[in-house]
């Protein structure tokens, strides 16, 4: 019996050394089919480095100002019978926008009148009896005070109803309404933003060490989160003789057009001055670099010969690269690169050094210098 127990257990064990075995010269097959089989070349888009001439510039954020811009006022206080306008309207200078009440002063308007009717009789006949010798010097005298203070009367209630006329003191473009009909105005109480809108100022700050190099009447280009995509020209108008002491920044005044009054008083914006010079740069799209905090690397593209025999895929080789301007989808390749070769485009994250790639552009992006949001 021992002996039969013996020899199951014998048995068993030869049958488990014989399947770990097979399993054994399996699994090390997988491993030596995983060592020789070759992955397929990965699909990349794929671009050439250029040369390309870039204008010099200097960037800025710059601030939106009225040409001409006041909130008009209250000169005296007083009653509103009459608004004439209505808010957000263009005006002309000299259109009415509020009447206050003149009643009083036209009242005293036409006294006033009477006694300069009296005293200018009065007057001219002294003048007529002094020629004749009649009346005295003194006598002409006083008509001719009493002429003059009539008529500085007349003057001053005609400045007061003037002053409660209250007229747009240029051309532009109204605000909201902040007074109601009937209601006392007192002196320099708010009543309506008047803007002058176009053309439009733009200040911006530049460091005191480009203050030799802008000059009036450099070109500037304009951009703004209100007008997506689009550049405003305009022309250095104005440079400050003072250097700010607190920043040691200049600043400068740039006049743009505004026709259709797209461009705000208050908005900011981005300043770029245009300089005469210009720089020759290695560009490639910014999608094709590899951002790191310890250098920014591209994939060039290699073509490999085996035995002779050109390869039919490439090899990617990351090369580390110092950037400079980015303009656009583009950035300039201050070094690392030579113009002529060809770099991955996109997707730049997913690949490695050594891989194999092809190429095909089919879907890859269109990229440009003055990338608008609808071409994305």
């Known amino acids: ?32 089919q995983g060592k020789q089989t070759v992955p397929p070349p990965a699909t990349v888009s794929a671009v050439t480095v250029e040369a390309d001439t870039w204008e010099q510039r200097l960037t800025a954020v710059g601030s939106l100002e009225a040409v001409q811009g ?11 019978v009459k608004i004439a306008f209505e808010p957000g309207t263009y005006v002309q200078a000299g259109d009415l926008l509020i009447q206050q009440d003149v009643s009083f002063e036209t009242a005293q308007l036409r006294s006033d009148k009477a006694t300069l009717a009296l005293t200018k009789a009065n007057f001219e006949r ?5 020629a004749q010798k009649v009346t005295t010097q003194a ?35 109204l605000g909201i309404r902040l007074v109601n009909l009937g209601q006392i105005l007192e ?33 500037v280009r304009i951009s703004t989160d209100a007008l997506p995509g689009d550049e405003i020209k305009g022309r250095i108008t104005a440079i400050s ?8 920044n200049i600043r400068i005044q740039a006049t743009v057009e505004n026709l259709q009054e797209r461009l705000r008083p208050g908005m900011y914006a981005t300043v770029n001055v245009i300089m005469p010079d210009k720089d020759a740069v290695l560009v490639i799209p910014t999608t094709a670099v590899l951002y790191a905090p310890y250098s920014d690397s591209v994939f060039v593209l290699e073509k ?8 039919p895929a490439m090899t ?27 770099v991955v485009s996109t997707g730049v994250f997913k690949y490695r050094n050594g891989q194999k790639v092809v190429v095909d552009n089919t879907l890859a992006p269109r990229f440009s210098l003055s990338p608008r949001p609808q071409d994305r």
Request: proline content about 3%; cysteine-free; hydrophobic content about 45%.
């Open 1 to 32: 019996m021992k002996k039969k127990v013996f020899l199951a257990f014998l048995g068993v064990l030869l049958l488990a050394g014989l399947l770990g075995g097979i399993k054994f010269l399996q699994v090390n097959r997988m491993i030596t």
């Open 70 to 80: 006041v909130t008009v006022t209250a000169e005296l206080n007083g009653k509103v």
């Open 126 to 130: 002294s003048k007529e009896l002094l």
């Open 139 to 173: 006598a002409y005298d006083k008509a001719l005070a009493e002429y003059r203070q009539a008529q500085a009367a007349i003057d001053n209630i005609r400045s007061t109803i003037a002053k409660k006329t209250i007229r747009a003191p240029f051309a532009g473009r």
């Open 187 to 219: 002196g320099g109480q708010s009543i309506v933003s008047l803007q002058s809108l176009d053309p439009i100022f733009v200040n911006f700050f530049l460091p005191q060490e480009d203050v030799a190099r802008i000059q009036k009447g450099f070109t």
């Open 241 to 248: 003789p003072q250097v700010d002491e607190a920043t040691r």
């Open 304 to 311: 490999p010969v085996a035995e002779g025999q050109e390869a």
């Open 316 to 342: 990617l080789r990351q090369q580390f690269v110092r950037l400079g301007d980015q303009r656009g989808d583009f950035v300039a390749v201050a070094s690392g690169l030579k113009e002529g070769q060809t």
